[in-house]
């Protein structure tokens, strides 16, 4: 069984005001207060390492660390914990950049799964050490989630990157 991840279309370089309105849209969907529902993901850290994957240059552990800060204060969190758990998840996204590019979007999700996992593990396990207690195993559950809407996550992101199929007979590239 091979898997391709070829595609007669070229990407254009990812603009820095997208990266960063995308950014701001997924910490406005994270501050939307739904309330304790297992299945809405984290929606900063999916998208944190989308562009860790996808520009591990520009983004890692410093915007990470900055974006874990500004959702310890929107959600009224231990400060630091977030910032904590997306420090490690850009860690690790950088760190597998270059394999998960390799593959296909849905095999990418497999490999973004056990990086949400750990994130949520090292939340947990601050708010442990605070004196909190386990919560319900439904609560890594919102990891699955984020992994299965890695696919659609991954085509919305790149849609302002895709070159138009035009083709110029005089310029074969």
Known sequence: MQFTNRSNRLLRPA???FVYMSFFAALMLDYVPFGYNAA???WVALVLVFWCIREPQYIGMGIGFLLGILVDVGKSTAM?????AYVVLAFMA????RRVMWFPALLQALHVLPMLLVAQMLIVGVQIFGGREFPEW???FSSFV???LWLPLTYLLLLPQF???DRDENRPI
Not at 80 to 84: D, F, I, N, R, Y
Not at 94 to 97: E, R
């Open 15 to 17: 603009k820095p005001w």
């Open 40 to 42: 809405i993901p984290d």
């Open 80 to 84: 630091g914990e977030h910032a904590l």
């Open 94 to 97: 950088n760190g597998l950049a």
């Open 138 to 140: 439904d609560y890594f």
């Open 146 to 148: 984020g992994a299965a």
């Open 163 to 165: 070159q138009p199929v």
